[in-house]
């Protein structure tokens, strides 16, 4: 019996050190052929946030929408990024890129600014299962007189993106709202004509002048008209 338990032992270290057998067997799957491919649990995700304007606590949301306090032109904006290993392997990179839209410009944040196509890059390294990491940066809204004129609230979203060492990727966005006095449109004033000194008033009077000549000419007539005949 004792035998037989040996010879069993020796069987299975022998399958352990030929690779016959691994203690992560139901992560691997067997290749045609020989050998193995085994599953990697790298798992991640990112997450985007904007600050409340107005809160100096630094309260962050995920959105601003348009019914949300509102950003001024030219005001500062502050952002959160967290990337967070959610799976049970130590990633050993996660690539971030942080692409900044239109009317909202890069001030200050970790990493690289490429202003020609407005895009921060930095390097989430060794990160730990459970493991969270907050980057903060900022951001500036556009000048008054950059914004669209037609519109007193203009809605951006800034969008980021990050892909670890395993090809894994994912993405967040975040939207804030800039709000700026429009003027509202100004007539323009009224064209004045110009009546006639006489009035309006005064037409139906005009009307009567011909008549009252006429009368004038008849009775210089009646004035040169010679009675014939002499008195009884």
């Keep these: 019996m004792k035998k037989l338990f040996s010879l069993i032992g020796l069987m299975a270290l022998t399958l352990a050190l030929s690779g016959g057998f691994s203690p992560a067997l139901a992560d691997c799957q067997p290749l045609y052929g020989g ?3 085994c599953v990697t649990n790298f798992s991640f995700t990112i997450n985007k946030m904007v ?29 959160e990024i967290i990337v967070t290993n959610t799976g049970s392997q130590t990633i050993p990179t996660i690539n971030v890129t942080d692409t900044f839209p239109q009317f909202i410009a890069f001030v200050a944040g970790a990493g690289n600014f490429n202003s020609s196509n407005n895009t921060l890059t930095f390097t989430v390294s060794n990160l730990n299962p459970g493991q969270s990491q907050t980057f903060l940066l900022t951001a500036k809204t556009a000048d008054a007189n950059t914004l669209p004129n037609d519109q007193g609230i203009t809605c951006v979203i800034n969008q980021v993106k ?37 009035g309006p008033e005064m037409l139906p009077l005009l009307g009567l002048i011909p008549g009252a000549l006429g ?12 009675i014939e005949g002499g008195e009884k």
């Design 35 to 37: 050998g193995q491919t």
């Design 215 to 226: 009368g004038l000419m008849l009775r210089k007539k009646s004035k040169n008209i010679k």
């Design 162 to 198: 990050a892909v670890d060492s395993n090809g894994d990727t994912d993405s967040d966005s975040s939207q804030a709202c800039i709000q700026k006095n429009v003027l509202p449109a100004v007539a323009p004033a009224p064209k004045i004509v110009a009546t006639p000194a006489t």
């Design 51 to 79: 600050q409340v304007p107005g809160k100096g606590g630094g309260q962050y949301v995920d959105n601003l929408s348009i019914n949300d306090p509102k950003y001024s032109p030219s005001q500062n904006v502050n952002y």
